[in-house]
């Protein structure tokens, strides 16, 4: 019986566990495709890296094109990140009728449907479930389970750095550089941890889940993104205070055909479950008009959890080469993008401000906002040791974007307005 061979373009944190559970699992990949499997070469940058697990090390290569051309091997599973030149590998890859597995976000938010149509094109399977979730099956839950439903909303965690970050900030008070710097050790973090701290990594996954959730072509470019490099110890102090946990979420709405993507730090009430999601773990609601409420969680970063997924897909292609069936993981969108406008997206806020601290200036700020139909829902009037001000924080009834954006900017030319301290998004009261 022929054995399924494989190439892998990277062995890094994800590379490692793939070639793990291969190995370990063979057993059971055998009992679910009805063939070994074997992985053939893997490309890496540096071959003398010291690698704190066994590997043959006539399996590595520096060339890609040792893996890209090989017409002995069967399936890519690309987990060494990069854009450019690793699409580019990919398109050849596929054109040499190779069968792609990737757990590349950035590639699939940018270039996915232009892949996935090269490997329709050629009869080739791609699969990306490692690109949302980690360990979530959430894409498979999305395009198979809730196949039947429309799907209306989508919010929850999907980046397991800024999660592991904010819980160790919030519950244990430790130092943002310090717990990065742990998240990178642990194998969540990106290569370049720029893209989790200010929420690209999240955003890329947003618009892969909308696109797919939506059946609409959601570009990263229509996601609005906010990281969490500006949370401050107080702002964690004053979200707890009036009973929210900080957390970094996405959200996808549907409203008729308008939508609106995001992600931006978010407060939710305490007893919110997605208040619950701790350290590396993501979760994601799904609201479906049939089906109601639903919720995946499961670890969003790291080896295993990650290489679960890349192998999962793996088993799919295999049972689709077995049954020669491949070649149909793309279903072009079915509706037009319409993105709401800021008049259209409704939301509570949290505000922080320091103001002049004299008589009145309470009843003027809530004049301001009362002018454009914005009350509060929650407030709290502090002195603070700065000489003349005091702190206001308030969190807002349910305003559009629009208005609460108007309201900053007279703040922001108010006499009165020493500074704007910080504002989030507050969410979970409503589906
Ligand atoms: N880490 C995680 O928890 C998750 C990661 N992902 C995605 O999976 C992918 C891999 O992530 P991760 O394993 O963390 O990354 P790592 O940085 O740990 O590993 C990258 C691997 O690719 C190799 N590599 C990188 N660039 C090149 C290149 N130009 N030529 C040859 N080899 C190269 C590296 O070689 P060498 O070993 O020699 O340095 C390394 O083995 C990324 O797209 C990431 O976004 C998705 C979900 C979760
Ligand atoms: N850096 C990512 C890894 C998984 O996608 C994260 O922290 O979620």
Redo the contacts with the bound molecule.
């Keep these: 019986m022929k054995a399924i061979s494989i190439g892998l ?8 566990g793939v070639v793990q559970i291969i190995n370990n699992h063979q057993d059971k990949l055998m009992h679910q495709v009805g063939c070994p499997v074997k992985i053939k070469k893997i ?5 003398d ?1 010291a ?1 704190d697990f066994e590997i043959d090390r006539n399996m590595l290569t ?1 060339s ?1 094109d040792e893996i890209i051309d090989d017409p002995e091997i069967d399936v890519v599973i ?5 854009v450019e ?1 690793t699409k580019e590998y990919l398109l050849r890859a596929i054109r040499n009728k190779k069968h792609i597995i ?6 699939m938010a940018l270039y996915g449907s232009e892949l996935l149509e090269e490997a329709t094109h050629n009869g080739c399977d791609l699969f990306y479930e ?2 949302v979730a ?1 360990g979530i099956p959430i894409l498979r839950g999305l395009v198979d389970g809730l196949a039947s439903d429309r799907i209306t909303k989508m919010m929850g965690i999907v980046n ?1 750095t800024t999660n592991f970050i904010l819980t160790k900030m919030s519950k244990y008070g430790s130092p943002y550089e310090e717990v990065l710097t742990e998240a990178q050790q642990l ?5 370049d941890p720029t893209a989790d701290v200010e929420g690209l ?1 999240a955003a890329r996954k947003m618009a892969i889940l909308a696109t797919l959730g939506f059946s609409m072509k959601i570009d990263l470019s229509d996601v609005s993104v906010k990281g969490i490099t500006s949370i401050t110890k107080e702002d964690l102090d004053y979200s707890k205070r009036l009973g929210y946990t900080m957390k970094l979420i996405g959200i996808a709405s549907r409203t008729d055909e308008k939508v609106e993507v995001s992600v931006q730090p978010t407060l939710l009430p305490e007893a919110h479950p997605l208040a619950n999601v701790n350290d590396e773990y993501n979760a994601v609601y799904v609201y479906g008009e049939a089906v109601g409420e639903t919720m995946f969680y499961g670890p ?4 295993l ?2 290489a679960t997924s890349v192998v999962s897909d793996l088993v799919m292609t295999m049972k689709n080469m077995r049954l020669g069936v491949n070649g149909r993981s793309a279903a072009a969108p079915q509706f037009e993008k319409c993105l709401k406008k800021p008049d259209e997206v409704y939301s509570k806020y949290f505000l922080r401000l320091h103001v002049k601290d004299e008589v009145g200036v309470f009843a003027k700020i809530t004049t301001l906002f009362a002018k454009h139909s914005v009350s509060f829902e929650k407030i709290l009037q502090l002195p603070i040791k700065e000489k003349d001000s005091a702190e206001i924080v308030l969190v807002t009834h349910r305003a559009s974007l629009q208005d609460y954006e108007n309201i900053l900017n007279q703040l922001k030319d108010n006499a009165l307005v020493h500074n704007i301290k910080s504002t989030y998004r507050v969410e979970g009261d409503e589906a």
């Excluded at 373009?9 to 490692?16: E, K």
């Excluded at 490309?43 to 071959?47: A, D, G, R, S, T």
């Excluded at 990737?102 to 590639?107: I, R, S, V, Y």
């Excluded at 969003?300 to 080896?303: V, Y």
């Design positions: 373009l990277g062995l890094g944190t994800v590379g490692s490309l890496v940058k540096n071959i890296k690698r520096l890609a690309e987990v060494m990140g990069g030149s990737t757990a590349n976000k950035d590639l490692a690109s980690g397991g194998g969540y973090a990106e290569s990594d969003g970063a790291g080896s959890p990650t």
